[in-house]
């Protein structure tokens, strides 16, 4: 997700799709809400894969 909407999200209360696929209103409260292990996961093998492309 662009950073741009996910600040509008934040800042308007619409609901965003994780990695995962969890339906989520993002918080300005990052602390309340553990990073989710499955998105953890999926995020390291995007960043993984964008240096591969050699």
Known sequence: ???EKLTEAM???T????L???V???SRAPEKFPVCPECKEIWESLSDDAGTGE
């Not at 609901?15 to 994780?18: D, G």
Request: glycine share 12%.
């Open 11 to 13: 800042v308007m209360g």
């Open 20 to 22: 995962c696929g969890k």
């Open 1 to 3: 997700m662009e950073k």
């Open 24 to 26: 989520w209103v993002p």
């Open 15 to 18: 609901p965003v799709r994780a």
